[in-house]
């Protein structure tokens, strides 16, 4: 790598030469994995997961070469690095250490499983059937549970999982933060019960949209709120996701269910805050283990923040009023005010993607409980259709009618991805925090959403505190440097109490 | 890799073990480059064009390895190996020279001149404007001859080049093959011209379609044409081309002009008719070198055979009729007997995938003549936009107005694949020699395209003389042992006697 900007350590650099092909074997996964989600014709799923396990092998075959390892020592030895240097060497020796405590063997072995798990997953939930998913998923608890303990932890094997996600989270903090929103959040569901409108429906939630006239409002928004098409495309999927392939390679994914457009309108501005924050990470950080953002939780940040603060923000449903028309005749007949009354409804529902930003806490948390007792080995698997159910009724007060909207809804679990949900909200208070130091700096979102100027100083403010950092920092480091507070949950609270006190 | 039905020996079976990385970079390069031209975003290509710089340094890091190479030298002493155990060894025989007579800092400096090349030449076409192509093409045409140069070749540089595409073909055969067919083509075309209606265009030809109903009946095509939709996907690209990515993973594209309909319709199914040798190789040879087919002339006799053969016949274009007047009211006018005369008009033309069977070998020629030169250093890239035109003046009887429909129409040399072209000319005479084969076997393919369950026994027969074989056999060998008979042109010029002095 040539010195740039932003690195100019020889032994950083020196690194970094040696570390290409690694970023190129990710390159090359990452794509492979969008392709698996996207275009890949169903019966090629046996080939891509033995490819994807013999490049994960071949990654860690790399990072465990005696010429790399001791160039992240030689490097170790630098004094003066500074942020970006350090993070550098930071996110490598996190990277070796996972591929010298991981054996080679167990690393092709969980590939292999998360492969197979995530198609059986597909036909299960099409057919709402956990017990074809069942197996797959013992096997990647079981998988999992070793992993943590390859992995090595201090308190709780769940530590060891939250670790991979976000970068020194444990187990005791996520049970704190969650314990300093439960008692506010049910005040404020209760609040809202009073009121009287708590879970009533919309009318929109009810009307048929068709699928093309949906993607051109899709393409609309990004039109609309993105700055370069030429960087940024959207596909449909199951399961909406963001990648980040490389350099001027992004893409978003979006779903149509043919009713109720704010799912597929609020998952595509989810997905492209996500995207966004790999847009415009440094481009000298490219090629780099620090380019794009890394740390879940500040991507979750950014991912909600536009969900949430632009995305059902009166004003930007105005901006595009004309678009969203265009979409469905029958749209006409409802203000924008009506629109972002719809967008905005408070109510207990089976689904974590489609939950208000009220009660969506409750299914993560739902989420982290499960997966802490199966980690712990005191819930079993092929109990959890039932555990699911009942925690849904405790917490939300409504219970699934079948696997498909009960256990069988999230992806992660057969990707492997256990330890991961807690950083949604985590993430989602965070975006809280940006929220309000954005509107001290640079004025309310509520009337920047008005226009694609406005918009722009949003992207702006954010690329500057946040996005082309890359993920320099973790989650409390950023903040800390940026605001000057310590992350908590208040300023969610507070976001949260003032939004919907005013609604209901 | 475990033995398996065709695979038993145990250092191939050793050999092929160690092979499972190189394979697997393979799966991922492949998919990367379907990926570049079909949906990548515009600004990914230059991380892409890094990433795959990288994979195939790697690729050859793993090629020269000393235990690698060793255990070919070990496979290499064995003896009483079969033909696909022969054929593996053969090839990675092959590969492994390759890797050590082109230094490393070449193969990365190649990869990326091309992949810079591919877009260059994308916009130049697009703004049919050489000039700008013009740098790309001679760094391309030095680096080309520098690599003949690494590679070795007894009497001709462009011996080095053929031998890449098509392993042991000389500049003396294709100078052989094409003297053969050079007089007999322009008396055919002579006798055409007599007739008064060379040349002569067809009113279907004007005709414009909507790109939508067009994707409907490519749709309906492979549906008809193909059994299993599962492993086999199409899309849309500037360039048709066909893509192995792996077991039950295949994908095609198409193109769309917007008229005259025979173009996308012959190129979806000269794809169709390469997807399908890879599709129907022998299952035991996947993850093996020789999984799918490799030799070119092999390829493209399977695809020419689709095209002319089932796919411009009066009887698949009956059997498919119904779903060709969907696709515009305009084509009922028209019987399938019309569309067929449609199809199979000749006439000079400027485009090589758009020319009739009789006219196609001099589209090649062409290529083949400008090549050889280039490499023999007798002409020189900014010459070429001239001495392509008057080449098609001197056999053609026809002049490009542009660059676009003359010197950039074809996607090979941004790319880098020179010495490609005459396995597209090879390859359809050797198309013929399967069909004179075939129909003495089981019966003519004019009755055979008549039902779906005709077409069933074209692809069994295909499979059992060729595509079972993947690339086992060069394309002389598998010729010889299926048909008792020496490639020789005979069989085309036949062929192209017999129908066209019926139709003229």
């Known amino acids: 790598m040539k010195e740039n900007s932003l690195i100019k350590n020889k032994a950083i650099l020196e690194l970094l030469d040696k570390y290409q092909p690694i970023w190129s074997l990710n390159h090359l996964i990452t794509l492979a994995n969008w392709d698996i989600r996207t275009y890949m014709p169903e019966e090629g799923i046996e080939a891509r997961g033995n490819a994807l396990a013999e490049a994960a092998k071949l990654s860690q075959t790399l990072f465990l070469k005696e010429d790399f390892i001791s160039l992240i020592e030689k490097a170790g030895k630098e004094k003066d690095l500074n942020d970006h240097e350090n993070a550098i060497l930071r996110i490598l020796k996190r990277g070796l250490k996972f591929y010298q405590r991981l054996p080679r063997d167990f690393i092709e072995e969980y590939t292999k499983a998360t492969n197979d798990a995530h198609l059986a997953w597909k036909s299960a939930k099409e057919e709402s059937n956990f017990k074809t998913f069942e197996p797959h998923l013992e096997k990647i608890v079981e998988l999992t549970r070793k992993k943590a303990k390859y992995l090595g932890y201090e308190k709780h094997p769940y530590d060891a999982l939250l670790d991979e996600y976000e970068e020194g989270l444990t187990t005791e903090e996520v049970e704190g933060y969650f314990n300093s929103i439960k008692k506010p959040i049910a005040e404020l569901i209760n609040y809202i019960k009073k009121s009287g409108n708590y879970g009533s429906e919309h009318a929109l939630e009810k009307i048929k949209y068709d699928e093309d ?45 043919g009713k109720d457009f704010a799912r597929s309108y609020s998952g595509t501005i989810h997905e492209y805050g996500h995207a966004l924050y790999d847009i415009q990470s440094h481009e000298d950080l490219h090629y780099t283990p620090i380019g794009g953002g890394s740390s879940l939780v500040i991507h979750e940040s950014q991912s909600r923040f536009w969900e949430n603060f632009v995305g059902k923000s009166e004003a930007f449903i105005s901006l595009l009023y004309n678009e969203i028309i265009k979409a469905n005749d029958e749209y006409k007949n409802y203000s924008p005010r009506e629109i972002y009354n719809y967008m905005n409804l408070v109510k207990p529902s089976l689904i974590r993607m489609e939950a208000d930003e009220v009660t969506y806490h409750l299914h993560v948390l739902i989420r982290f409980e499960i997966e802490k007792e199966l980690i712990e080995g005191k819930i079993k698997v092929k109990d959890l259709p039932k555990i699911w159910n009942d925690k849904y009724e405790q917490y939300l007060g409504i219970r699934p009618e079948n696997d498909q909207e009960g256990v069988l809804q999230d992806i992660h679990w057969s990707d492997g991805s256990i330890g991961y949900f807690p950083t949604y909200s985590i993430g989602t208070a965070l975006s809280a925090i ?18 694609k100027d406005g918009i722009g100083k949003i992207q702006k403010w954010l690329k500057e505190k946040i996005h082309r950092h890359g993920s320099t920092y973790i989650f409390r480091d950023i903040v800390k440097k940026m605001t000057g507070e310590e992350f908590s949950s208040r300023h969610l609270i507070e976001y949260l109490e003032e939004k919907y006190k005013r609604l209901y």
């Open 434 to 451: 940006w929220k309000i130091h954005l509107e001290n700096e640079i004025g309310r979102i509520d009337d920047l959403a008005k226009s």
């Open 213 to 257: 006239k949906m993607k051109e409002l899709t393409k609309a928004i990004l039109n609309l709120i993105h700055y370069n098409m030429n960087h940024l495309r959207i596909d449909t999927s199951s399961h909406p996701f963001s990648t980040n392939i490389g350099k001027g390679d992004h893409r978003i994914t979006t779903r149509f269910e």
